[in-house]
Each structure stands twice: as C-alpha cells, then as structure tokens.
C-alpha cells in the first residue's frame, strides 16, 4: 500500500505509545527533527511523541515510530571490512583498516597531489561531525575536494536566499507562525507525507479559515487537501511565479510601501513580469488563466499570507531562478518579515540546516563564510591554529566531484561519510562506475548500503540514539541529540574515525578532543563573527531552552526565532528582487522521449532508504518504487495497474511496476527514489547542474514508457 489520504495522515501524526517517559531525544529522519521520547533497549526500542517538544507536540510519522528497528538490526555492520586478494569484503580490525586507509591517501595524495583524496558527507550528520569532516578536508587532508549530499537536497535555496536576504536559513520564522497566517502557497511539497506532524500546522491553520494553495505537477496527498491546486508543466515553476507577480502588478494587489522601504531591483523584476501575460503562462505551464487569477488574487487579498518553497521548485536546472521567483512574489506582497506571513524554504534531511552551515561544502568554512573570502580564510586559520595558505581553496561540487572520479583529471580517492550516494545521485549507473574506478573507496555506514558494497574498506559507525551532538531543524532550531544506548561493541563514531584518521596522518594537535561538546564548543567559536553565527549557544542552553534559533551571536542572546523584523542580511539591509526568466528544462520532450519523468518521496522511506528499507514495517507499506502514470496514459501503452512498465531516458533503463491513477498530468510520470539497485529511478535522472548551485535536475527529464510482459529488468546504456 503507497497511497493513503490526507485524513490518514493527519490522524497518522499523533502518538504511538502511551509511555512518555525515557531519554528525550529526536527521530533521525528528516528536517523536521520531531521530539521523541526512548525507553527500553536496542533490541526492543520504545519510542513515543514527545509533547513538551514545540515543533510536532507529540506527533510522528510511520518512520519515527518505527525508528529503532534499525539499531539491533541483523544486518547492522559490526566489524570493519576490506577486500582480500579475491577482492570479498572480510572483516579486518580497526587497527589495520585505519593503516590501510591512512597508508592509501599518503600514497595517493604523494603520487597526484593534495586534492586526489576526496571527502563526501550527509545533511544527517550533526553539526559535531559535519564541522569535524570540513576540518578533516582541510587540515588534515589538506584538500579541496570535499562536497555532501546537501547539494542535491538544498543548495538552490540555499543560494537563493542568499541572493534575496543575504542569509540562508530555510525558515526565518518557527513552524508555529504557519498555523497563524492566512494563506499559504506551498510549492513543489508533498509535506502531508514527507513531515506528517507539520500539517498539524495547516490543519490549524485551515481550521481558522486560512487557505492552502498548492502548486505541484501531481495531485499529491497534500494538493488533494488544497483550497486550489495549481497543476503545472514540470519545470515551469519561474514561469508561473512570474505570472503571479504579472496579475498581483496589473491588478494593484502589490504592497508598494513595503518594496520602496524594505527592498531593492523590483523595477528590473517587475519590468520583466509584465512579459508573463496571463495567456503565455497558461501556454508555458500548462495552468488555466483562471486559476492563475484567482490564487493572485487569494494571495493578493489576504491581510497575512506565507510562500513556502521546497525540492519540486529546486531541484531543477533553474532550481536557484525558480526560488526566486518565489521570493520576488513575497516581497511584492510585503510578506517577509512580518508576522504570521514570510516566505521559508522547507529543509528536508535531518540536519539538511545545519549540514550546510559548518563546512563540508565545497566553497564553505565554518559558520557560512565562503573559503575564497581572505577575511574568512584568516579568522578560521586562526581558530584551526594553522597557517591559512595551507587551507585549500573551493573543490568541486558534489556531482563534478564523482563525475570525474578515478580518471585523470579527478579524485583517486574517496572517503564517504553518512551518504549512499550510489543510489541518491542522478545517472546513478555512470556513478557506480566513476566509484569503481576510484583507487580507493572508503565507506563509514551502519549498514552495507549500495555505496559500501562497492567500497575497498568499510567502516561501522554508530547510529542517531548511540551518539550525542547537536542538530538543527527546518526553522533554524539548534537541538540536542542524546545518547539512549551505548554503541554495539566494535563500532565506533564518525568523530573517533576522523580524529583516528587524523592521528595517523600526523595531526593529532589539531583533533584532540575529550567530548563531542568540546567539538561544538570549537564550532561555536569558529561560527562567531560569521552569517551562521552559534557563538551563544551552549549544550546546556540548549537543553534548558528547548533548542535556541540561531543566529546567536553571544551568551546573553535570546537566539532569533524570527528573521528580517527589522532589516534583511544584505550590505544596505534591504532584500533584492530578482529579474528571472522561465528557461526550459535540459530536457524537453520529444517524439523519441516523449513524457516527463518526475521523482520524489513517499511517506514510509526516507531518503535512499539505507535506514527504512531495512525496516519490516515500512517495507509493508511501500514494499517497491511504483511509477505512477495517468489513465490515459496506461491506455495509450496498453498498460493496466501492476503491470510492469519499462522506462527509458537518455541515461538508461528502467522497469518498475505501474500504477495506474489520475493523480498524474497526462504528460508526467512519477517515481520516488528511494530505492537502489533495479529499481532506482536515478538511473533515469538527468544530472543536468543549476549554474549557481550546481544542483543536479532530479525533478525533470524526458522519458519513454514501454509495457513489459516480464519481471522487472535492467539494462544500461552506459555500460
Ligand atoms: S521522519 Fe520527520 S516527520 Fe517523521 S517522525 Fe521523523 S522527524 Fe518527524
């Protein structure tokens, strides 16, 4: 069973024990970071909702429940592993692991220089260990090539708010002021089943007469519940917001006031919207002039209203233009800043926030100072105690980095760290084998995941309730998470590999640290001064605040649980409208190609379900990736529900088992990710890159569709 509605969902988000008692902690999953409350022990977790906890008062998803079943897990990796001559995985001690690993990259980096060695890290990893990886790059590995799986979840916000506001915190406002505010557009979210707890804020919202509209190409669960649901072309979404704006313009609906003192360029914006005439909008995204007018004017009309943004807007070639249109439309409706209105960016991974603030980007130090700014590079320098023209400059973005993986001119080397990203990157096949080519490929998981299985060395690490640190949620909510239960014996932490590592490599003065909130108090320091400034916060702050807002910049600051009252992050403190044209997707259908494939997520897996495809239950509800197709679509193929489908692109292909509903535009296909091997839709995907974020078009290509009298088959065009 995939498909549940959205009053099950709803009901789905209260508590699942009756105990409210244990470790208080949060779920590992996604960006919401629900509370949660632990008892009992690895092999028989209890988890319940906490309800003191502000963001989902006590309510969990189907994967929050069921979160400890990976813990005690029969496949959970217990000792190290490397390959023997025969080239098996046999288990190894973390003594020789670690002299081979440190033996390799000496060679390595001795034989084609610093930057052979790459790093690659997770927006699930802490703030502790997403900061001590950045660190390990640069000084103990001294070398530019680090990226994470952030680029492929947040990055075009990312960039996007940092052109807008001149800082990047996906919601500048708690998750409480969306029960407050009037209307709220919700853009390429599926939220009803990827963060169930947080449509109790629309509920409450909906409840106080507010309404939802919706923009997606699929009738989603959640644009099901919508007031209107604007189903648009895949890859139209600038062209829609820039029509929006056109009607808010033409019909007087803009707040003039608000833009003269609290903004700038919204000439070059507006001058460019008023080419997005109702009629060409409606031909570019496929939506009615009619409904373009009425949700302008439902936006327009409201006293408060709230645009929130997430992966169906960014992850496209134009994922950075798209989300600026988005944010042009907010600051002409003078939404951002004031209360119970603004517009906020929807993180997905759990620490999707954080992961992108404390320097495992490419282009990243601590704190979110860019490495090529001489100020940033000296402050860090001085924090690190080492010279600063050692510390590398930018590497290269997370698919650059792979693409080039074991040639010549690319890494040779590559440490992965809480990433699987032979099933999450797109041309997923192309990747396999850029990691195969690698000299070395070494993998720190809790499981044998896609990517561990293609590694040289193997290394289990503990999982989310065996570990403290901190993480931040969605609204920019620094939080604790606690240790409930002491690791299995043979596994260590993400952290002792690194300072191990760093030992070994000869820099044991620079990774000496008796606790995880040493590391956090480095953190700290290394983020003061900065736009991701954490210099106030403290664990026991933490503890005894329920979590504290960043930016906090000294002990005595309450942290800033709202963004922009008074003035934007820019040089003149005013937020920037951008001019954004609508451009095509890389790909546009064909006679050849001559449907669009879309993917996402479904409720019960998170992410490249490494985790919750490991977990019985969930693997009841969503057992397979379904590709969902229109009715009319099926009978043009001769395809009925179940029937197994073969999908073909420019990459690759496919066969997944069909679904037959009306939920789909008659031009798109959808596919979640969730799944490796012969099911993974980023087989498919097209790693066409954003010029800015260099964000990969997970959510749009041209495809083909074949109907198959056989059992779900591979075949790959690149070999
Ligand atoms: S997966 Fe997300 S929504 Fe579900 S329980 Fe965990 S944190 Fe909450």
Redesign the pocket.
């Known amino acids: 069973m995939q498909e549940s509605t959205i009053s099950q969902q709803i009901q789905g988000a209260g508590t699942h024990a009756d105990a409210h008692t244990g470790i208080a902690t949060?779920?590992p999953?996604?960006a919401?970071?629900?509370g949660i409350h632990l008892r009992g022990s690895q092999a028989n977790v209890v988890i319940a909702g906490n309800r003191d906890f502000p963001v989902?008062k006590g309510g969990?998803?189907i994967?929050?429940w069921t979160?400890g079943g990976t813990l005690a897990h029969p496949e959970r990796l217990l000792t190290p592993l490397a390959r023997d001559a025969s080239g098996t995985l046999v288990p190894v001690t973390w003594d020789e692991a670690i002299s081979r690993i440190v033996h390799a990259f000496q060679h390595i980096q001795a034989s084609y220089g610093r930057d052979a060695v790459g790093v690659f890290g997770g927006g699930a990893l802490t703030n502790e260990k997403a900061y001590l990886l950045g660190k390990f790059a640069r000084v103990a590995l001294r070398t530019a090539n680090i990226d994470y799986n952030g680029r492929f979840c947040m990055s075009s916000a990312a960039a996007a708010a940092l052109k807008a506001f001149g800082i990047d915190r996906g919601l500048p406002f708690p998750l409480e002021a969306i029960a407050q505010t009037g209307v709220i557009l919700l853009v390429g979210s599926n939220s009803a089943e990827t963060?169930?707890?947080?449509m109790q804020y629309i509920e409450a919202q909906r409840a106080r007469g507010g309404q939802l509209l919706v923009v997606d190409p699929r009738s989603s669960v959640t644009a099901r519940a919508a007031t209107l649901h604007l189903k648009l072309i895949p890859g139209t979404d600038a062209a829609l917001a820039n029509g929006l704006l056109h009607i808010l313009i033409r019909d007087r609906l803009i707040d003039r006031a608000y833009i003269r003192a609290r903004t700038e360029d919204f000439e070059k914006a507006r001058s460019l919207a008023a080419t997005y005439w109702p009629e060409r909008v409606e031909r570019l995204t496929g939506v009615a002039e009619a409904q373009l007018v009425q949700a302008a004017h439902m936006l327009g009309t409201a006293s408060t209203a709230m645009i929130l943004t997430a992966r169906g807007v960014e992850q496209q070639s134009q994922g950075v233009n798209n989300t600026l249109a988005f944010i042009n439309l907010a600051l002409a409706l003078g939404l951002v800043g004031r209360p119970a209105s603004g517009y906020g960016c929807l993180t997905g991974q759990g620490n999707g926030q954080g992961g992108r603030e404390h320097g495992q980007k490419a282009d990243q130090l601590p704190g979110y100072r860019k490495i090529d700014d001489p100020d940033a590079r000296q402050y860090i320098a001085g924090v690190w105690g080492v010279p600063e023209h050692e510390l590398p400059g930018p590497g290269k973005s997370a698919y650059e980095m792979l693409d080039r993986a074991g040639q010549e001119d690319g890494i040779r080397a590559l440490l992965v760290v809480g990433s699987n990203l032979a099933v999450s990157m797109p041309r997923s096949l192309h990747i396999r084998e850029r990691l195969k080519a690698l000299d070395l490929l070494v993998v720190a998981d809790f499981f044998l995941s896609e990517t561990a299985q293609l590694a040289d060395i193997v290394l289990p690490v503990t999982q989310w309730a065996e570990e403290e640190g901190t993480m931040t949620n969605l609204e920019g909510r620094v939080i604790a998470r606690k240790r409930a239960f002491d690791p299995p014996p043979g596994v260590r932490s993400d952290i002792d590999l690194l300072c191990a590592l760093a030992e070994r490599l000869g820099e044991s003065q620079h990774f000496s640290y008796s606790h995880n909130e040493e590391i956090f108090e480095e953190l700290c320091r290394a983020s003061a001064g900065g736009t991701a400034d954490y210099a106030g916060i403290s664990y026991a702050r933490i503890e005894a605040e329920q979590g504290v807002f960043w930016p906090c910049p000294s002990a005595d600051h309450p942290g800033t649980p709202r963004l922009f009252q008074e003035r934007f992050y820019t040089p003149t403190g005013k937020a920037r409208f951008h001019a954004v044209r609508h451009q095509a997707p890389a790909e546009v259908v064909d006679s050849t190609y001559p449907l669009y494939l879309t993917t996402g997520r479904v409720l019960a897996h998170?992410q490249s379900g490494t985790q919750t495809r490991r977990i019985a239950r969930l693997n009841e509800v969503a057992p397979e990736p379904l590709a969902a197709l229109h009715p009319v679509v099926a009978q043009h193929y001769g395809l009925s529900d179940g029937d197994a489908v073969k999908l073909t692109t420019r990459r690759g292909t496919a066969t997944f088992t069909a679904r037959v509903t009306a939920e789909m535009r008659e031009d798109t296909i959808f596919v979640p990710f969730h799944w490796g091997g012969q099911q993974a839709v980023n087989i498919l995907t097209n790693p066409a890159l954003d010029p800015i974020s260099r964000m990969p078009e997970f959510k749009v290509c041209a495809v083909r569709i074949e109907a198959v009298l056989i059992n779900p088959v591979l075949t790959n065009k690149e070999g």
């Not at 963060?195 to 947080?198: D, L």
Request: hydrophobic letters at 30%; aromatic letters at 12%; proline letters at 11%.
């Open positions: 949060h779920c999953y996604c919401l970071q629900c989902n969990l998803c994967k929050g979160a963060m169930p707890p947080m998170y």
